[in-house]
């Protein structure tokens, strides 16, 4: 008696839940420290002790009904107004607070964003590997997924299928760098070339494609990597940012849309992007979390705390033969699956409780995702059974 | 270049901002304490101590990042177990963590029951005077609201044009007691009748119709008044509770769906919104605040704030000569409009800095709700500018 869209929903996400459920039976079974893990994103790293020392200042300070009560939808204004002037400084942009929308971290940020601007019908164009759930997003409202297929040395877009792919119907484009599955980082090279397809494309149809900038793992680059800020780069960009990374708080459901005023229709989008967060139930982020975030704006999880096991996992699986990318950003490694139906691949990994995704679940099947965002323990007890693992295949 | 749909909420929901803004426009004019603004349902009483005890304590005994990580989309499972113990401890009945899903407040709650469960073209009945956004809860999912009338004495919905109303297409029902915008409660008498309709009629389709009870005012009852537990009374009930009035955190977005066992399709339903959750976006309420919700889950506001307002407000209006119902519940008044367009009282209201809520935003014209969770010097302070109001019509 569920919706009839729902009903498909459910089968498929009955497919994670088993995995999950999977590891609590064999964590039950051989204990926790003899299974590994590595199928969720979920951060490991402590946050950073200023937001705990922020919750306690701000409870302190701020007595009455005001701190915990409604506010505008888009959030409280000195809130929005910190994270404009960051922003400004890192990037050298002009953002105020009514170019910023607090949200219920960046699924819900994506989601406000999408039922604005999407009628029935409208596509939206993806670049697979991607993250599962954009699909659920767009399909929420009606729209049309189109996945652009990647270069398979690089792992980046492939820009030709791209600029084939955009047409009339294109209202929006995900891009998500640094990138989950892969950890690749999009270079300032290939912002340019999108973007200028984005212009010629727009110029061609006369319409407005969007592109939307699902940006989560921002803060967690390697290596000194830079990301280029994208509303630098192409007009209509709208960012969606989460501190559920950045600061190790996904639970608390914290993240912001950015809104350029030289948007086409920027008064419009942002009047429905208000309405959005109202009638999809989110109301507004989560009032506490939101001073919590601005005052520890420029805070940031340990970093290397993830550069450790990234260098562990990668050198580890590297030397016994697997083929991976070397993450640049995120805490993810996609690795080539051994045998080209990867789901076989995971299966057997399981009887060295060995926890990991296909690559189905990204639109890139032969590959697997592995989340290092454990305890660096997991990682060095697990590189002797992915040892054995990969002995099947030799 | 929004959406269509989204073009049409802008338009309607710019009146509500027309007011908020008026009303911070009359207070930059005249001052804060010169403009009576009874348009917002912001509880203006102060948390109960226990609120931010709560975090106090919550942070110093759970460190580490699981306190503000993931946990699955239902919630915490302790937490979700003290929802259901001290509900069956209320209302004997005998939940267990299985029924309850934690959620971004009661506004969330409405959204993933929604999705779940409707299908384009399914109808979902409310009983007039209603919450405006259930309007846009419902097309949301491509849903058709269907409005029943009140008998115009008690406020209570016309059971006969109910009746008349309930078809083969009728998936769920919206019921709000204690009332917003009527402050009524109903009667076990009235859940009684309405339960047998609903089972007889169920009968007579071979549906399923499920009763969503949006309850966030549930603990804002006076005069020691009653509100029936539906699930008692009707098998198909979920029940959409929020924690923001009871301890005065609307902002914070917190509050829980009960699923009873005995639903037609209970593990589907359950799957569903567990889905809906994940896919709208709100992944999970705010970690944080679902453990202070539990330890807080007895605690209450002080209910003698607004029970002085609503006797203050109520007998000073009647005693001038308006026509009000005297609220059993919630923190709204809902006063007969002196004219037949309530829209016209309203704005003769603004000349004496009184800011009301027109009925039709309800869909019962010829009325203005009157939120009283403002502070009693408001009210007392307003008294005096009603009187010079109601004498432009003696």
Sequence with gaps: ?????????????????????????????????????????NPNAPPPIGVENAVMEILKKEKGPSLHGYMNNSGFLDVR????????????????????IMTVGAAGGLNVVLKTLLNPKDEVIVFAPFFGEYKSYIENYDGVLSVVSPDMETFLPDLKEFEEKVNKKTKAVIINSPNNPTGVVYSEEFIKQLSNILERKEEEYKTSIYLISD???????YDGMEVPYLTNYYRNTIVVYSFSKALSIPGERIGYLVFPKELDDFRDIVDGANVATRIL???NAPSLFQKVAAKCISEKTDLSYYDRNRR?????????????????GAF????????????????RAKKYHILMVPGSSFS????????????YETIVNALPKFEELIKEYK
């Design 215 to 221: 940006e989560p793992y921002r803060e967690l680059v």
């Design 281 to 283: 139930g989110f109301v």
């Design 332 to 347: 993810y490694l996609f690795v080539k699956s051994p045998e080209s139906d990867e789901r076989n691949f995971c299966q």
């Design 1 to 41: 008696m569920i919706s009839e869209k729902m009903r498909d929903y459910v089968k498929n996400s009955s497919a994670i839940r088993a995995m999950f459920e999977e590891g609590r039976r064999m964590a039950s079974l051989y204990g926790e420290d003899k299974v590994y893990d590595f199928s969720l994103g």
């Design 364 to 375: 890139c099947p032969g590959y697997v995702r592995l989340a290092y965002c454990v305890t």
């Design 312 to 328: 562990a996992l990668y050198e580890g699986l590297m030397k016994m033969g697997f083929t991976c990318l070397k993450p640049q």
């Design 81 to 100: 107004e910190e994270v404009g002037k960051t922003i400004n400084k890192k990037h050298g942009t002009a953002f105020c607070p009514d170019n910023i």
